[in-house]
Structures are given as C-alpha cells and as structure tokens.
T-cell receptor
C-alpha cells in the first residue's frame, strides 16, 4: 500500500519568514496530493491540492510543488503570520474520483512566533 | 450549503457501553469516510461507504466496530463495549465523485 512520510514533525519560524513542509510517497500510481490545515481542536481543512499532471500550484501565500520522478511534494508558505500556526497534513491518493482512500502523513506542527 | 455535520461533538462513555457517532455529509455528496485521530497523531482511515454499501473497511478493527450509511439518514459509526483505548477524535469526511474530501468537526470520544 501507499506510504507517506512527512517532515519535519515540528517547524518553528518567525513571523514573516517562509515555511516549507515536505512529503514523500511510495506509490507511483498516486495522482492527487491534498494539503490540510488543522487548528487546535478543529477539523482538518483543505487548503490546497495538486494533481499529477501539474508541477506547481499557487494560491496567494501558499504554494505546492510536485516532483513525480522523485515522488515528493512540498508545501510552501511565504510571509508567515501567527494565524498560520497549526498542524499541516499532506496526503496522497490514487485513482479517480471518490473511490480511493488518501494516505495521510503524520503531520507538521507549524509555530509562527510574532 | 451546510458543511459536513457530526454529532455529538463530545461523547463520554463508561467502559463497556456503546458509542454511536453520526455524520451527515454535505449536500450532494455520496461518499463518506471515517477517520480516527489520536492526540498528536495523524488521521487513520477506518472505513469508506457509499449509500447502503461499505466499499472499504480495511482500517476498521475487526471486532466491536461497525459502520453504516443507510439510504435515508446519516452515516453511523458504532463502537460496542468501548474500552479506554477507543478514546480519540473521530472525523468523518465526504466527497462527490471528485477528489476533494471535506471534513466534519469531529466527535471527541472519552471513555472513562
């Protein structure tokens, strides 16, 4: 089955710095890679996703890059703000539609110091 | 369009009791997934259902746990004879035939 590794487990940055979280996956058939943000005591929320036919996707201060050859993808947050503090999960999923189960990484706790 | 709804939000059960967790998917979503999350851990897949069908239950413990998604009404995750190790946050998510899954607020189960 799919195995997703996520690093680092904890990331501490100063407000205004950039943050990068990296994930690797094992199944080359995986073709959909979402990122979720989970604030303390709240639900995971989809913040950005990328499909395997795209190398990079950007949405304001967040971006995701995908390297299919190396089987890794990364989340980049620029100009971090204290409200970015949360746990971020990556996931990898194969197949089409809702019929396949995503495999999640263990999460990265991002702390942004004001 | 209301998001994914879960109830109760908090549930306290004594060892040996039954816990029943409910999930109403987003309108138009026919796929429901249940996940378990232990403190400071990731999301562990439990079961994937469509209306009246269990599609994949490979993450579900073999005993005491069951799930259903009836033709009418919410999806239900049922845990019989709860033990302390069942204490966790249980999230459901729903999707259409597209890739994106949307999560509910979770049910925090505490077994005393």
């Amino acid at each position: 089955g799919e195995n997703v590794e996520q690093h680092p487990s904890t990331l501490s940055v100063q407000e205004g710095d950039s943050a990068v979280i990296k994930c690797t996956y094992s199944d080359s058939a995986s073709n959909y890679f979402p990122w979720y943000k989970q604030e303390l005591g709240k639900r995971p929320q989809l913040i950005i996703d990328i499909r395997s036919n795209v190398g990079e996707k950007k949405d304001q201060r967040i971006a995701v890059t995908l390297n299919k050859t190396a089987k890794h993808f990364s989340l980049h947050i620029t100009e971090t703000q204290p409200e970015d503090s949360a746990v971020y999960f990556c996931a990898a999923k194969k197949g089409s539609g809702g019929s396949y189960i995503p495999t999640f990484g263990r999460g990265t706790s991002l702390i942004v110091h004001p | 369009n209301a998001g994914v709804m879960q109830n109760p939000r908090h549930l306290v059960r004594r060892r040996g009791q039954e816990a029943r967790l409910r999930c109403s998917p987003m309108k138009g979503h026919s796929h429901v997934y249940w996940y378990r999350q232990l403190p400071e851990e990731g999301l562990k897949f439990m079961v994937y259902l469509q209306k009246e069908n269990i599609i994949d239950e490979s993450g579900m413990p073999k005993e005491r746990f069951s799930a259903e998604f009836p033709k009418e009404g919410p999806s239900i995750l049922r845990i019989q004879q709860v033990v302390r190790g069942d204490s966790a946050a249980y999230f459901c998510a729903s999707s259409t035939d597209s890739y994106e899954q949307y999560f509910g607020p979770g049910t925090r189960l505490t077994v005393t």
